[in-house]
């Protein structure tokens, strides 16, 4: 929901740094969390409460601090640049669309599981290490828990500028190759994490380890950015349903690799995380997004060309402007019953002819 929404509150050259700041601010929260936690919750609760139930009780702090935050958004936030959603369909400047068309339309599209599976190899590596660096260090190094927690937390604080750069560099490549600059910087970043996760696994040295972990993460973090300036592009119209399901992507990917940390020895994990990763960087090649070049096949439109290279024409504006729709991917979304578009939601987007 968060990503969708920051992709309508901006345009599509410049989505992917937005996309990536919110998104890295937000994953931020899970360094500042091991830290709080951690390092200082945790020895507090411990001196009242045994280190058991301590660890389980200092879990309230967050849940929370998250649902004071959620409250807080609904006061004083808009969804969309124009206002809130439920005014601009009462004023007729928004049509209503049906979520089970969006989703079927999102759902249906190739390159929605693509993205899937690439957002599953690095936000779903970044929740699996939120998870288990702490024990990790502690095991392997033999620290106390503080100092563990202190060590992982590194790991989230590099969303402080990682997932930025990614979606920032991922708008940099779209300003001069379009969507296969976006397509090679995602798998950069996806290729060189993987690298960097089976490097990281034969490391022993606490130091070492602790630096290729930065660079691990600060690609970790740039293919997450990268992930949501792509997603736009997919499918308009249905951005949101996408949006939702390339993110569900990283939870699923969270719990693969979890489990294999469960069930194998903790170097035969990451080899097989990094594994994943290195060949989910190659499934860009299979990306195919309408209007746009894909890694190594199609052509854009001259539309598509246009607008990366600037050559569109259109004066700039002072304020906001919304592109015009793509028809023939709204009439996918919301059809009748009878199999027809809906002529009233087409007359609504501006899109009957």
């Known amino acids: 929901m968060c990503q969708f929404w920051t992709s309508r509150m901006f345009t599509k050259e410049v989505v992917g740094t937005a996309n990536a700041l919110v998104g890295g601010w937000g994953n931020l929260g899970g360094g500042v969390t091991q830290l709080v936690m951690g390092s200082v919750l945790f020895p507090l609760f411990k001196l009242g409460m045994s280190a058991e139930k301590a660890w389980r009780t200092v879990c309230i702090v967050p849940a929370v601090v998250g649902m004071l935050t959620g409250f807080i958004i609904l006061k004083i936030s808009d969804d969309a640049p124009k206002g809130n959603y439920k005014e601009m369909k009462k004023n007729g400047t928004m049509p209503e669309v049906s979520a089970a068309a ?14 899937f599976v690439q957002y599953a190899c690095c936000f779903g590596v970044e929740l699996t290490m939120n998870n288990a660096a702490a024990s990790y260090f502690k095991s392997t190094f033999e620290l106390t828990t503080e100092s563990a927690a202190a060590i992982a937390s590194i790991f989230g604080w590099m969303n402080l500028f990682a997932r930025g750069v ?4 991922s708008d940099k490549a779209n300003a001069r190759m379009g969507m296969r600059g976006r397509l090679w910087w995602q798998t950069i970043c996806l290729i060189i994490e993987g690298i960097m996760v089976l490097i990281f696994a034969n490391t022993t040295s ?13 690609f970790v973090q740039a293919a997450e950015g990268s992930s949501y300036g792509i997603v736009p592009y997919v499918n308009p119209p249905v951005t949101g349903s996408i949006a939702g399901i390339v993110g569900a992507g990283g939870n699923t990917g969270a719990v693969g690799f979890g489990l294999g940390f469960r069930q194998l020895e903790t170097k035969q994990a990451f080899v097989l995380m990094g594994s994943c990763i290195i060949a989910s960087g190659f ?5 195919c997004i309408k209007g746009h070049a894909g890694l190594v096949t199609g052509q ?3 539309e598509a060309i246009a607008a990366w290279k600037k050559m569109g024409g259109a004066a700039p504006a ?5 592109p015009e729709p793509d028809i023939d991917a709204a009439k996918d979304v919301d059809v009748e019953s009878d199999g027809q578009p809906d002529e009233e939601f087409l007359a609504a987007s ?3 002819k």
Not at 102 to 115: E, H, I
Not at 283 to 287: I, N
Not at 318 to 322: E, I, P, Q, S
């Open 102 to 115: 969006s989703f079927r339309s999102g759902a249906m599209n190739f390159n929605t599981w693509l993205l």
């Open 166 to 169: 990614g979606g920032f560099v």
């Open 206 to 218: 606490l130091g070492l380890a602790i630096f290729i972990m930065v660079i691990f993460s600060s």
């Open 283 to 287: 499934l860009s090649l299979f990306v």
């Open 300 to 302: 854009d439109s001259e």
């Open 318 to 322: 002072a304020t906001l402007t919304v």
């Open 350 to 352: 501006g899109l009957s």
